[in-house]
Every structure is written in structure tokens, then in C-alpha cells.
């Protein structure tokens, strides 16, 4: 069963929900796929530990870890760009396995952009300090740079998410992306999960939320061939 | 901490956990109030157990209601009116209390209506003749009888809803309010969690989803008004 570790922020989280809902089509609720969520958003700020050295987020994500596994859930997605910087040290035998933001994104570049060009990838400082998309994507897809200005104008829309201010956060956003295409981006990717909640899709617009529902509903079609959606019942003992 | 018994169906629980996360205002992440969900869809369906005797869904129910209790839930929401069937049969010294579903209504309805009046409740055929909402509100909103042509329909708009076509649905219950309208309701409470997913809200209708989520947040600060949300750590350890 997928485990979310949410909270962070809830309104990413629900988004993400949403999403996940939306592209797990079925006919009926028992062939939905069975999910648990834990949603405690009062861990650490992934930004700041990431940048000013503050208090770790570490042990409350592995707490969240825990806690989901303990509820059932055999891999976990997490809906928030950031706090995949922790990503392989909560990987370990006593916590399952984590459906990677990035990996997610990734799928999803292959199918729009299958040759490769530069991208460009609006995130948390946090998340652009740690290179967690650095890190993990294939270079076919090398990353712009971030000017500084810019950077600091998606931070603050992102804050502004997180205080409920959505009309004003998306017009920072769109004019993030617009600046981006401007200077050579094939496509953007809405790499902080508080970005799509206050942004629609778009062409060549890649939401990290929307591919890592997509990748968690193939996660379970192909775990599950054998009897879901076809038969409920086998599912919920699986999910039990 | 908030538990969410799920998954009745996915949609309708995203539609409350985006209520909850709205109702719940707060300026940083850490401020906002925790929760866990489960959402295990494979629960037989509740209108058949009532109408037709089809198997009950009480062993899920109480199985989900064990789980949320394990993961820290103190407290129970069910976005599912239908569900309210058993809610007394979901009560017990091992189980947390639940927030039901009709007493959030009569909140809102002692708000609009303070002195009584006739109001119509569209809902499920199972909550219609579980007499859920008759058994347990307030005689002075007594509540107009259904006409049975308008009832088929409504229960088809809810399975429209379950299978994905929001737009067929909104339709069918626009009529039904307006029907009901006209034949004296001074509100319409909209009492099954997939019909508010389709439905915007208006003047003298009742979302029953969104009174529930304000009721969660008002259990939230009532109970812990000493330390939340003016200190989150503190309402970090009471969740953890």
C-alpha cells in the first residue's frame, strides 16, 4: 500500500491527493487504489536546515517513515521537492522504499523532451542549495541557472502558498516561467509542491506533483497486475 | 491529533482534507494542524449493507478505526454520511470518539436557521433509510419527504460522481436543490461527501463536508488552545 508523507506543507499535500485521485481512474470506489497519509506539519523547516544550518528535519521524516510502515505501507511518496534532499538517508531494511520527486520528473521529460535540451527547474532555495535535481537527473537535461532575483521572487510566492495567498503567488510564478522560456528553457519543471497548487498546467510546463501521482498509480497497476483493479477484495487483504 | 477514516470514496476524502487544510488558517507550515488519513477504498459499499442486506462494512470500519488509533489519532472525522450508520456500533473504550457528521450540520443549520425551519437533505439511498440524519437531528429542522423520482436521480448523480463525470452530476443536483426549493426547504443540506466535490456551494445550501471540516478545526484549537497554534513543537509532541 503507498504511504504519503505530507505536511510539507498540507496544502501540497492535498494537492497532491488530488491529483493522485484524479489519475487513478475507476468506475467505483473499491477499485481506487488504497493509500494512508500522515500529514504532522510541525517538522522543521527543509529550507532553512539546508541553507543556515537549522534544526534537521531528519529525525521527525524518519519518525513519519516509521509511522506509515507501521500503518501498512510498503513504499512511501513524499510531496515535497526539499525534503528529497533527505531521500537516501531515510532509505534503509526498516523503512520501505521512497518513489523519487526527481525519478518521477524524469519519466516525464523522457516523453516530452526524449532527446534532451536545457530545463529549468523553480524550486526552494533549499532544494536548489542541495542540487537534489543536480544530483538525479540525467544530464541530457542540463539545468539553467537561477538569477538570483528570480530565485528570490519564487521563495517568496512559495511562502506565499504556504500563508494561503494563492492569486499573488501565482502571478510570481508565471512570470518565473516566463523569464525561463525567455532565456532558452524547453521546459519549466514546478519543482516546489506549493508552485502547482497555485499554478495551472500548461505546455511545456512539467508539475513534479502531478508526475509523482502518475508514477505512484503505475507503482500500483504494476505491483498489483495480477488482481487489482479487477478484484477489490484481493487488493484490501493486500492493503490490510 | 485528527484521524480520517477514508477512502469513502478517495474523491469525497480529498474533498475534505482540502476543506480541512482551507478552514485551518494559518500563516507557516508548522502552524497548521496534524492529521493521518486512511483511505482503504475496498470497504463494501454502506448503502447496499443497508438496503439490500449486502455484507456489512462494519469489520473494515472498525479495522480502519483500530489503524487510526494506532497512528495517533485521538479523534475520528468520516467524510461519508452513509458511513454514520455505524457510528454507534463504531464506539467502544478501544476506539477513538468520532466527530459526527450531523451534529457539524446542526452547527451550521443553528448559524442560518436558528429558529427552525423545514430543510430537505439529499443523500444516499442508504442514509435516506437508515433515517441517519432523522434519528439524530433536531425536530425543529424537520425535514421534508423525498420524492422518489428525484432520490433515483440524485443516487445516480453520486455514482456519476464516484466514476469520475463531475460535470453530468453537478447538473442533476443543481435540479434537486431547486426542486427542493420549491416545495419549501429553507436549506438543503448536501449530506453525502461525494455531491459537495461536485457541487459549488450557495446561499441556503449546507455542504455537510465542509461543517464537518470546520468542526475538526474547532475540536483542534478547543483542545489545544493552551500551546497551538502559537507553539508548534508542543503540538508536534501531543501528535507524535
Known amino acids: 500500500m503507498l504511504g504519503v508523507l505530507g505536511g510539507m506543507?498540507?496544502?501540497?499535500?492535498?494537492?497532491f491527493l488530488a491529483k493522485l485521485v484524479a489519475a487513478d481512474v475507476a468506475?467505483?470506489?473499491q477499485r481506487h487504489m488504497p493509500f494512508v497519509v500522515r500529514s504532522v506539519p510541525q517538522i522543521?523547516?527543509?529550507?532553512?536546515?539546508?541553507?543556515?544550518g537549522g534544526e534537521s528535519p531528519l529525525p521527525a521524516l524518519r519518525q513519519g517513515m516509521r509511522a506509515l510502515a507501521e500503518m501498512g505501507a510498503t513504499v512511501v511518496a513524499i510531496p515535497?521537492?526539499?525534503?528529497?534532499?533527505?531521500?537516501?538517508?531515510?532509505?534503509?531494511?526498516?523503512?520501505?522504499?521512497?518513489?523519487?520527486?526527481?525519478?518521477?520528473?524524469?519519466?516525464?521529460?523522457?516523453?516530452?523532451?526524449?532527446g534532451g535540451a536545457p530545463i529549468a527547474v523553480l524550486s526552494t532555495e533549499g532544494t536548489r542549495a542541495a542540487r537534489v535535481y543536480e544530483n538525479r537527473l540525467d544530464p541530457r537535461w542540463p539545468i539553467l541557472d537561477t538569477v538570483p532575483a528570480e530565485?528570490?521572487?519564487?521563495?517568496?510566492?512559495?511562502?506565499?502558498?504556504?500563508?494561503?495567498?494563492?492569486?499573488?503567488?501565482?502571478?510570481?510564478?508565471?512570470?518565473?516561467?516566463?523569464?525561463?522560456?525567455?532565456?532558452?528553457?524547453?521546459?519549466?519543471?514546478?519543482?516546489?509542491?506549493?508552485?502547482?497548487?497555485?499554478?495551472?498546467p500548461g505546455d511545456g510546463?512539467?508539475?513534479?506533483?502531478?508526475?509523482?501521482?502518475?508514477?505512484?498509480?503505475?507503482?500500483?497497476?504494476?505491483?498489483?497486475?495480477g488482481f487489482a483493479p479487477a478484484e477489490p477484495q484481493a487488493a484490501y487483504r493486500a492493503a490490510s
Open 44 to 52: 522543521p523547516d527543509r529550507s532553512r536546515a539546508i541553507i543556515t
Open 80 to 114: 515535497c521537492n526539499t525534503a528529497h534532499h533527505w531521500a537516501d538517508a531515510l532509505s534503509g531494511p526498516d523503512l520501505p522504499p521512497i518513489l523519487h520527486i526527481v525519478d518521477a520528473v524524469a519519466d516525464r521529460l523522457a516523453e516530452i523532451l526524449p
Open 9 to 15: 506543507g498540507p496544502l501540497a499535500t492535498v494537492d
Open 151 to 200: 530565485a528570490a521572487a519564487v521563495a517568496h510566492g512559495i511562502a506565499l502558498v504556504k500563508a494561503g495567498r494563492i492569486e499573488a503567488a501565482r502571478a510570481i510564478f508565471t512570470d518565473a516561467v516566463t523569464a525561463q522560456r525567455g532565456r532558452g528553457a524547453a521546459a519549466v519543471v514546478l519543482a516546489c509542491t506549493e508552485i502547482p497548487a497555485a499554478m495551472p
Open 205 to 225: 510546463i512539467v508539475d513534479a506533483t502531478q508526475a509523482l501521482a502518475e508514477r505512484c498509480v503505475r507503482w500500483y497497476r504494476e505491483s498489483f497486475a
Open 27 to 29: 468506475d467505483t470506489d
